[in-house]
Each structure stands twice: as structure tokens, then as C-alpha cells.
């Protein structure tokens, strides 16, 4: 049987809730919203894998996981993405730059594209972490007068100078296409090295 992967980071439960909070904020908005439970920082796709290969895929993330420390994210703007992309894409979340993410994301690449799956590819696009907090319907966009078009262009403000949150694991996700939009399992857990 094969499985849909993705590797994430989860975010914790306070956070989730504060973001999606945000998405009151613009009603008019043609859009799909995430679900809070659904919120994450998507580390690598991986696609369709096999249960041997799935397998391969947890070791190799736990091992690249103990290779790095515990970090801090900080998220501080909400806006259309991907940048400069008429029509938008998507709402979502970006955070201020973190080596530590980046060194985390290209090790866990590097191990991947190392290992005996198959079919995985180099990204050609520097790693650009964010949060999806909604899908744009482009059809209904395109409908929206330009002055009709709402500015998404958030700072998301203290109490502590955005919304920061610790980074103590990833998770090796599974995602099922459903009719009401994906469900995500954790399938493993693997611990950061503290």
C-alpha cells in the first residue's frame, strides 16, 4: 500500500489557535481555509511511498533529527504567497530567517536524496518556509473587482513581539485526500537533540 508523506513541523497548540484567529479578518476573501489541526511548516514533500520505503524514511528522519538542536521560531507576517504571484495562491505565514530551520530542512534533504528511495529530486528553489492558512479559489478571485480585493498584509503584533515557539521535534505525516479537504496523521514522531 502506498502512502502519501510529508515531513513537518507541528506547531504547538496555542499558536495553532492564534492563527487561526487571523482568519476572521477578511470575510470577503475567496478562500479555503486550513484547519487548526491541519497547521504546520511542511519540511519536505516526499509523495507516494511504499511501506518499506516509508520505513527508510523514518529512520532517516529520526537519525537527521538527533543531528540538531532544539530552536526557536519566530512568525511576525501575514500575507498572499507565494511572493510576487498574481493571482495569489495562497494566504499564509512567514517567519523571520533561521539558520538553525535552514540547517535542519538541507540536512534532512541531503539525507533523503542520500538514501535508497526512489523518484526524490533536489528542490530547485531555496527553501522558503511558511504556513498555509488558506487556498485562494482562483475562479472567485479573478471575479473580485481590483478595489474589491482585500490587502492581507499583517504584522502579527506582541504580547512578545510576534509568535514564537519552540521547535522540539519533526513528524513524519501522512496525508489522506479526503472530500472535506486533507486529513494529516502523525505517523512518527522524532525528537530534536536537546
Known amino acids: 500500500m502506498n502512502h502519501r508523506i510529508f515531513i513537518a513541523i507541528n506547531l504547538p497548540e496555542d499558536t495553532k489557535k492564534r492563527l487561526t484567529e487571523y482568519q476572521d479578518k477578511w ?3 475567496p478562500i479555503r481555509w486550513t484547519k487548526k489541526e491541519n497547521i504546520h511548516i511542511t519540511l519536505i514533500f516526499l509523495g507516494y511511498l511504499s511501506n518499506g520505503e516509508l520505513l ?3 529512520e532517516t528522519a529520526k537519525e537527521a533529527a538527533s543531528r540538531n538542536p532544539v530552536f526557536s521560531i519566530n512568525l511576525n507576517k501575514i500575507c498572499y504567497g507565494p511572493p ?7 494566504v499564509w505565514v512567514e517567519g523571520e530567517k533561521s539558520k538553525e ?20 529530486e533536489k528542490e530547485n528553489r531555496p527553501y522558503s518556509p511558511h504556513i498555509t492558512l488558506g487556498r485562494i479559489k482562483t475562479w472567485e478571485w479573478r471575479q ?3 478595489e474589491e480585493r482585500p490587502e492581507v498584509n499583517e504584522e502579527i503584533f506582541p504580547p512578545a513581539g510576534g509568535l514564537t515557539f519552540e521547535v522540539n521535534s519533526i513528524e513524519v505525516m501522512e496525508s489522506q485526500l ?7 496523521t502523525i505517523l512518527e514522531s522524532c525528537p530534536l537533540s536537546s
Do not use: A, F, H, T
Not at 102 to 115: F, T, V
Open 27 to 29: 470575510p470577503e476573501l
Open 56 to 58: 527508510e524514511v523514518i
Open 84 to 90: 510576487k504571484k498574481m493571482p495569489p495562491r495562497m
Open 178 to 184: 479526503k472530500r472535506g479537504g486533507p486529513e494529516y
Open 101 to 120: 530551520l535552514g540547517k535542519l530542512q538541507s540536512d534532512l534533504e541531503n539525507s533523503l536524496l542520500s538514501s535508497s528511495i526512489k523518484g526524490l
Open 144 to 146: 473580485l473587482e481590483i
